[in-house]
């Protein structure tokens, strides 16, 4: 998707889902908790940073951020 957007100029942000979610468990934080999202988070934003288009992670949902487990 980095590679896509820097092609049209335009700005990305990754997402980061922290709801649960029924239909896919490996696609959330919201089990893992909060510890394993900052760890994840920070390797993504690492490699993630060599692609001009490049904008930030985003993390979706606040409220359930906010209530994953240490």
């Given at each position: 998707?980095l ?7 335009v700005?990305?942000r990754?997402a980061?889902?922290?709801?649960p979610l029924a239909d ?6 919201a089990?893992?908790g909060a ?6 988070a920070?390797?993504?934003d690492g490699?993630?940073?060599?692609y ?17 487990r240490?």
């Amino acid at each position: 998707m980095l590679r896509r957007a820097a092609k049209t100029g335009v700005k990305a942000r990754l997402a980061v889902e922290t709801q649960p979610l029924a239909d896919c468990a490996h696609c959330t934080f919201a089990e893992e908790g909060a510890a394993a999202l900052a760890a994840e988070a920070g390797q993504v934003d690492g490699e993630a940073a060599r692609y001009p288009s490049y904008a930030g992670l985003a993390v979706h949902h606040f409220d359930a951020w906010q209530k994953l487990r240490s």
